[in-house]
């Protein structure tokens, strides 16, 4: 290639190679389908590990793939909420103690007020 063709390029910017007299990697297509009920094609390498699930591109959903391999469901722990952590900390007759002594000091604010 002539100087004048690599002039006002930025390097590795573009590629001057061409693809003749290359041969590609053998390739399978992979069909995935999505809850919404899209359906599409993955090109993939065919010794590559073929994922179980693939983000739909229409909708941006987890698709899985269509030839019945389904992806293995984790096990996760239940979200715990504010009141199961209050549990751990105190019990049931505690909180009720504490709930006795604050609506006392309520009741006696208000009379103060009436």
């Not at 590559?48 to 987890?62: F, S």
Request: hydrophobic share 30%; aromatic share 4%; charged share 35%.
């Amino acid at each position: 290639m002539g100087e004048r063709a690599l002039r006002g390029t930025r390097l590795g910017a573009t590629s001057y190679e061409n693809d003749r007299n290359t041969d590609l990697a053998p390739r399978q297509e992979v069909s995935y389908t999505c809850p919404k009920g899209h359906h599409f094609e993955v090109p993939l390498a065919a010794e590559a590990e073929i994922p179980a699930t693939w983000e739909c591109r229409m909708c941006g959903a987890t698709a899985v793939r269509m030839d019945g391999e389904q992806p293995e469901s984790k096990k996760t722990k239940p979200p715990r909420t504010h009141w199961d952590m209050l549990l751990e900390r105190r019990s049931i007759e505690d909180l009720e103690e504490v709930l006795n002594e604050r609506l006392a000091v309520l009741r006696a604010q208000r009379r103060k007020s009436a």
